[in-house]
């Protein structure tokens, strides 16, 4: 029997689902399709308090051996509520913009969260590769949201393509953890067989840097950024690209299991967290750098889930959720309100508009890993156990950290410089806007709390870690702030990462298709050409034939049918003419018969005396 914790977390992902389809399949009213999805995303929010106390488990059958099954542990219970109130946050932003109004936006939002949290309480294959895939199609649904521009849907399907090749990798793990006997459930893989643990592990790993934008698939993030401002604070902050770092976290025991995983998940984080620290320090446009410094940051989550310090990633994934829906829901603030992102058109906008200035200015700190704030500490409860295992992923973690309060001071810099007044394109953001603004900034001050004692899921940096920590961002902030930071032009383009998948996969797979269509085109469809002339000149041989042969035969047969069937018809005739001379005859004769017989006895006694003299006459004779 159903409890009510099971109940609730059914409905954690059935209720936004539903109700997400049907503002997709409905025209609701543009007010009641906010009050619907901010409606619904309350009750979600307040149902994930609930399934993280009581941390219930639920499923039902769905193949031999394994179950669509959902969990609560101490990792979801730590990132399912986060997920909830964020939703919650942007979309009540959201009610509050006119370019996203409607039940189209407010649907695909929905559906969007509810994917979201079946990957986070997914515990078998089966329940991760659905939330998979609706994932998938709602970002490119949302990314494209404004299709009547070309470019939007074209950036929609570079981020859908993208993730949806590394996608494969998550369908060639199920399939090897089904032939290696571990059954689908995520927390059996790394009991699978040696052999085919390596190729699960493989699969998983590709699949989930994809959807994090890790190295080499980040550059489909910065495509990402044609979508509106609300999806880009979600799908940033809490949902698609989070949950790629969070799988990893999930089977961060798969990955150690085959020693090779584990290393490669901290090299590619370290890469990621430097290599596009380097790449938001080079941006000129707000948005761009913020999905930089995503990459950059979720960088330190997937190097947790290959360290095995899965508290910290989880710490780091809660704080940077929270710090990065505040920025991106800024951007998009300033965006209607100056009609730009360009970090040039935005100087002084934190003066202009100080509720969201001071809010973005909380959230922009965080992300530099300013202490008290909680990126400053959860990062260090990564970069500990870093320091535990290699100090060159230790100095890679703070050549991250350092490049982290860079950028994050290049922000601060840009808003608060003083600068002349600039006309607006856009109304001033209201209460409804204002109010997630600022509780995401206290989320960003305060979710460090998740990496300090006494409230901490993980174990805490070593003071003098967190206080050098600290020191190193402080320093980088204010030198940023007294000089400016260096912008390297030769990463302002993503390190060409687009193009050189353009000229590494899409052209070869274009030129291939090329090839397929002068192969068909020459031999295929020639060989086929050939055939059809072949059977053409056959078929017009067996026509003569059929017209001089076969048809001669018949039109000759039928003759000799028709001239005898006249013969049998004349001879018909004739037997006709004597069988009815017969029949006349035989009538006559019948009359003639018929005219003694007159009833009377004489003239019967005159019969026979006639008969018996011409007997006698005959007898004689």
């Known amino acids: 029997m159903l409890t009510f914790p099971d109940l609730a977390l059914w409905a954690l992902v059935c209720l936004p689902a539903l109700a997400g389809v049907t503002l997709l399949l409905t025209h609701t009213p543009v007010r009641a399709a906010a009050a619907v999805s901010i409606g ?10 609930v399934v993280a106390v009581t941390r219930p488990a639920v499923g039902v059958a769905f193949l031999a051996g394994t179950d669509f099954a959902l969990g609560v542990d101490g990792l979801s219970g ?44 997914a515990t078998t294959l089966p329940a991760l590769l659905l939330a998979w895939e609706v994932m998938g199609a709602a970002s490119y649904a949302l990314i494209g949201f404004r299709w009547q521009d070309q470019h939007r849907v074209s950036a929609g399907l570079t981020a859908f393509l993208t993730t949806r090749t590394a996608d494969l990798g998550l369908y060639l793990a199920a399939g090897a953890a089904l032939a290696g006997g571990a059954g689908l459930a995520l927390g059996d893989l790394a009991d699978s067989t040696p052999g085919w643990r390596h190729v699960i592990a493989a699969g998983v790993l590709v699949a989930a840097l994809g959807k994090a934008a890790q190295l080499p698939f980040s550059f489909w993030l910065a495509r990402a950024m044609e979508g509106p401002s609300p999806v880009s604070a979600l799908l940033h902050s809490a949902a698609m690209v989070a949950m790629g770092a969070y799988l990893l976290l999930r089977v961060s025991p798969l990955l150690a299991a085959t020693g090779w995983a584990a290393t490669a998940t901290v090299w590619l984080g370290a890469a990621t967290a430097v290599g596009l620290g380097l790449v938001a ?214 390190f060409g990462l687009e193009r050189a998948a353009q000229r590494v996969v899409v052209a070869p797979a274009l030129r291939l298709a090329d090839s397929l269509a002068r192969f068909d085109d020459q031999v295929l469809d020639r060989s086929v050409s050939s055939a059809a002339l072949a059977l053409t000149r056959l078929s017009g041989v067996a026509a003569r034939f059929d017209d001089r042969v076969i048809d001669g035969a018949v039109e000759a047969t039928a003759t000799v049918a028709r001239g005898t069937a006249d013969r049998l018809a004349r001879a018909d005739h004739r037997v006709d003419g004597a069988v009815e001379a017969t029949a006349a005859l035989t009538r006559r004769l019948g009359e003639l018969a018929r005219r003694p017989q007159t ?23």
């Open 599 to 621: 009833g009377q006895l004489h003239q019967y006694y005159m019969v026979a005396a006639v008969i018996m003299v011409v007997a006698v006459v005959l007898l004689l004779a």
């Open 281 to 494: 320090v080079a941006q000129r446009d707000l948005k761009q750098l913020l999905a930089a410094s995503t990459s950059a940051q979720l960088g330190f989550v997937v190097m947790a889930a290959g360290l095995g310090a899965i508290g910290g990633g989880a710490a780091q994934l809660v704080a940077h959720a929270f710090t990065k829906a505040g920025l991106f829901l800024a951007a998009g603030a300033w965006l209607t309100l100056l009609g730009s992102k360009n970090l040039d058109d935005l100087r002084g906008a934190a003066r202009k508009w100080r509720v969201v200035g001071v809010a973005a200015t909380v959230s922009a700190l965080a992300l530099a890993g300013v202490a008290p704030l909680s990126l400053w500490a959860t990062k260090d409860a990564v970069l500990a156990v870093a320091l535990e295992h290699s100090v060159w992923w230790y100095a890679a973690g703070l050549l991250a950290t350092a490049l982290s309060a860079a950028y994050a001071g290049k922000i601060l810099l840009v808003l608060w410089r003083p600068a002349p007044d600039r006309n607006t394109v856009g109304a001033a953001p209201g209460g409804l806007e204002q109010l997630p603004l600022v509780v995401l900034a206290i989320g960003a001050a305060g979710a460090g709390v998740l990496a300090l004692p006494p409230l901490g899921i993980t174990a805490s940096a070593p003071v003098t870690e967190l206080a050098g920590s600290a020191v190193l961002a402080g320093a980088v902030v204010l030198a940023v702030w007294r000089w400016g930071v260096p912008e390297p032009r030769w990463a302002q383009a993503w």
């Open 78 to 121: 730590t990132v399912v509520p986060a997920v909830a109130v964020i939703t919650l946050l942007v979309l009540t932003f959201a009610a509050g913009e006119r370019a996203v109004a409607g039940h189209r936006f407010h649907g695909y939002m929905l559906v969007f969260a509810a994917a979201a949290m079946l990957t986070a309480t």
């Open 40 to 49: 619904v995303s309350a009750v979600v929010a307040a149902l994930s308090a």
